[in-house]
Structure formats: C-alpha cells, structure tokens
Nanobody
C-alpha cells in the first residue's frame, strides 16, 4: 500500500511564497512520475506540475516562471516551490504518484489560500 502525505499549505498574502512537500511511503514498485494537481471550488482538478523519473518537467502555463517542482529520489519526496502567489492560485493541492507498474496514487490534499 502506498501513502502520499502532503504538507506546507496555508494562508498567504498575494505575492507571497509557499513550499509544498509530498512524501511517499509504502511498497512502491518504482516511481515513474510524481506531480502536483490542484482543484479550486467549483472547478475541475488540473495539472500544476509533474516531474518524470528521467528528469523531464512539465508546468501548467498559468504557473510557469512562478512555481518550481523538484524531487528527492532518496526520500521519495516531491516539492513544489510557489512564488508570486495570486488569489487565483487558491485551491486544494494534491500530490500524485504514478508507479512503475502504471498505478496512480493520490494524496488527500493540502489547502492553499492566497488572500489579503
């Protein structure tokens, strides 16, 4: 069983920064992709950023230049550094892991609120 635990969410003013972490534990048959998604109230879940095992990184256009995804393979942990936060970044942020066998795992989410 694989568990993903996110942390680092909270309330921040516009223009501020937060760093999210997601630690994976359990029996993992290799990690293909780790990434972050978000879901704002009344909206569909959307991709924020992903990092593949080979190092390829993809970002949503809305966060390019502001967010940075990184990964510590030794710790099975993925991070999301979020700078220049905007009110429209407010959402529940979810961590996703795709195992080497193609199984998707999701965390329970961490809430990010950007407000003055």
């Amino acid at each position: 069983q694989v568990q993903l635990v996110e942390s680092g969410g909270g309330l921040v003013q516009p223009g501020g920064s937060l760093r999210l972490s997601c630690a994976a534990s359990g029996t993992i048959s290799g990690i293909n992709v780790m990434g972050w998604y978000r879901q704002a109230p009344g909206k569909q879940r959307e991709l924020v950023a992903t990092i593949f095992s080979g190092g390829l990184i993809k970002y949503a256009d809305s966060v390019k230049g502001r967010f940075t995804i990184s990964r510590d393979n030794a710790k099975n942990t993925v991070y999301l550094q979020m700078n220049s936060l905007k009110p429209e970044d407010t959402a529940n942020y979810y961590c996703k892991l795709v195992s080497g066998s193609g199984i998707d795992y999701w965390g329970k989410g961490t809430l990010v609120t950007v407000s003055s």
